[in-house]
């Protein structure tokens, strides 16, 4: 969240919108997965899901609580809005009242996500992050997961390591895993979920110019595609003005996904 440059509450423009870019619809992709979602603590983890987050509260989700990081609930110009001690954050992250999106280093087609090493654990090609807290989050409460780069090194057929449960372990263990749920998983080509009888994943949504060969090529194992992909939704002009002009004026977002 420190990259976006905040800007006070702007008037609506009056200049013609260019179209939106391919991280404009990441965008709204990421919003998109905090639609609904009530009154619940948004954790985006990335530059394009947090510029998400705030547009969602600030659009169809304005119950969302959003939070600086460290100790504080803020509104999407960073305005304080109230305390948030990391005792009540884990409290809300336990009763699942809490909605992460989370990256991946690797993901699998039952949303197995590997946020800790390449290689065998016992000794890994490359170090990553570490598990931190994503077995705790897959379990208690709704995580998404946003990849800025996709391809088969990212997307693969088994992860290296599960540090984010996916629904084949949840499965296997549901008196423990009752609460598990991946609502989507975003990224620069397009929208996925686990929409399938066997709750593998599903290609849900196309960013427009991405074609489903393209998705394919890129993907490490057999994608679920039904017959018709529906586009990414476009953003509406009131949604760009706010992405523009509002939540990030200086354009970070092309240096996550580039037009």
């Known amino acids: 969240m420190n990259e976006i440059t905040r800007a006070p509450l702007l008037p609506p423009t009056r200049t013609p919108l260019l179209p939106p870019t391919r991280a ?112 705790v989050n897959t379990l208690n409460n709704p995580t998404s997961y946003w990849v800025p780069r996709h391809s088969r090194r990212v997307f693969v057929e088994k992860v290296d390591m599960v540090c984010g449960v996916g629904y084949d372990h949840a499965a296997a263990h549901p008196d423990t895993a009752r609460f ?32 489903v060969e393209q998705v394919r090529e890129a993907t490490g194992f057999d994608l679920a595609v039904p017959d018709e992909v529906p586009p990414t939704r476009e953003p509406t002009a009131e949604e760009l003005r706010l992405i523009r002009e509002v939540i990030d004026p200086a354009d970070a977002r092309t240096r996550e996904v580039a037009s």
């Open 24 to 135: 404009e619809y990441c965008v709204i992709a990421c919003a998109e997965a905090w639609r609904g979602n009530g009154e619940v603590l948004a954790s985006p983890m990335g530059l394009i899901p947090s510029i998400g987050a705030r547009l969602a509260q600030l659009t169809f989700s304005p119950d969302l609580l959003l939070t600086d990081g460290e100790a504080m609930l803020v509104r999407p110009d960073g305005t304080t809005e109230g305390w948030l001690p990391y005792r009540q954050h884990l409290t809300l992250v336990s009763s699942g009242r809490r909605h992460v999106m989370m990256g991946a280093s690797q993901i699998d087609r039952f949303g197995n996500q590997n946020i800790s090493c390449i290689g065998d654990w016992e000794k890994p090609k490359r170090q990553l992050l570490g598990v931190r807290g994503a077995p």
């Open 180 to 211: 598990h749920r991946i609502p989507c998983v975003v990224s620069d080509l397009g929208v996925f979920d686990f929409a399938t009888p066997d709750h593998s994943m599903r290609l849900a949504a196309l960013h427009p110019g991405v074609t």
